[in-house]
């Protein structure tokens, strides 16, 4: 009986560790969904603003959005409140933003004072974006006119106007006097506004008036910013 009673002093020791043991209480991680793939145009950048911070009975609350153009293309949450049924309804704010793109968003149902915070913060970040909108400067204008194209129907010219690196429109300053001619000049307009480029397919009936359209609107293409 004597050999036992220094094991039992060890035991009830090493015991003591686990009973002083106390789990972690980190706070829940932020949310953050993001929407599909945008189509951006080429040389766009994301733009990412924060809303402000609305204070709730439940805490703060704020959000961060990025945009890819005037698209809505994720939202993040900076600041939410400590709270199960916030950490539950925050992925759904999220999804009807993405879907409603806008502050338009319902109520999640158990969370309605974080779900008004979330749409004041939101909206505070939409206005931001639009005032940034408004202050920067539209893509100038640049009109260029193609080289004059002699064919055997008669001569082809166009003229471009580009708003920064895009075409924008396309006008026949000359065309053959010719009901094919006049039919094919739509078709390839459209094609060009398309392709935005000279790659534009042949109209049937006006070959020789496409090829005459390609040949000057590929030289007022090489003339844009010259």
Do not use: C, N
Request: no cysteine.
């Amino acid at each position: 009986m004597k050999r036992a009673i220094p094991v039992l002093v060890l035991t009830a020791v090493g015991l003591v560790p686990l009973w002083r043991y106390e789990p972690s209480t980190d706070p829940a991680p932020t949310t953050q969904a993001a929407a599909p793939a945008p189509s951006a145009s080429p040389g766009s950048s994301a733009l990412v603003i924060e809303g402000s911070v609305v204070t709730t009975e439940k805490g703060p609350v704020q959000v961060e959005v990025t945009f890819e153009g005037d698209t809505i293309a994720s939202v993040r949450m900076l600041r939410q409140p400590d709270h199960p049924q916030t950490a539950a309804a925050v992925p759904k704010l999220i999804e009807g933003t993405l879907q409603a793109q806008s502050a338009d968003v319902d109520t999640v149902s158990g969370a309605t004072i974080t779900s008004e915070g979330y749409r004041e913060s939101l909206q505070a970040a939409l206005d931001e974006r639009e005032v940034a909108a408004q202050a920067s400067p539209s893509p100038a204008s640049e009109v260029v006119a193609g080289s004059t194209v002699t064919t055997e129907k008669g001569p082809v010219q166009v003229e471009v106007t580009f708003e920064g690196d895009t075409i924008a429109s396309v006008r026949m300053l000359r065309q053959p006097d010719h009901p094919q001619t006049a039919a094919a000049v739509p078709k390839l307009i459209e094609g060009t506004l398309q392709a935005q480029s000279a790659d534009v397919d042949t109209v049937s009936g006006a070959t020789i008036t496409s090829e005459g359209y390609r040949e000057s609107l590929q030289a007022a293409l090489d003339a844009k910013g010259a």
